[in-house]
């Protein structure tokens, strides 16, 4: 059974820092490129940042560059997503997404409230 299990969301101030675990299993993590999303009220799903398998390369959203750092450890099939300087438009639910071909699959999401 597959499943991606979010965690380390919450309420934080602007200015501030989070970070979000993503653990995996059911599948060959390491085989999977691993991307966060997020999604906003009223606004759709967008792509924050990406990692690819081997951690060779990652992307990230230009409304996110130089704040958020995405990492993953292969050796406990867990997704990282670090994030400093976090602003009030950065909330959102936070989702983790595995991919490889035509195979895809979605967490439940943490939500991310950033408000003073």
């Known amino acids: 059974q597959v499943q991606l299990v979010e965690s380390g969301g919450g309420l934080v101030q602007p200015g501030g820092s989070l970070r979000l675990s993503c653990t995996a299993s059911?599948?060959?993590?390491?085989?999977?490129?691993m991307s966060w999303y997020r999604q906003a009220p009223g606004k759709e799903r967008e792509l924050a940042a990406m990692?690819?398998?081997?951690?060779?390369?990652?992307n990230y959203a230009d409304s996110v560059k130089g704040r958020f750092t995405i990492s993953r450890d292969n050796a406990k099939n867990t997704v990282y997503l670090q994030m400093n300087s976090l602003k009030p438009e950065d909330t959102a639910v936070y989702y983790c997404?595995?991919?490889?071909?035509?195979?895809?699959?979605w967490g439940q999401g943490t939500q991310v409230t950033v408000s003073s």
């Open positions: 990692i690819t398998s081997d951690s060779g390369s990652t």
């Open positions: 997404n595995a991919e490889r071909w035509v195979q895809r699959y």
């Open positions: 059911g599948f060959t993590f390491s085989m999977y490129r």
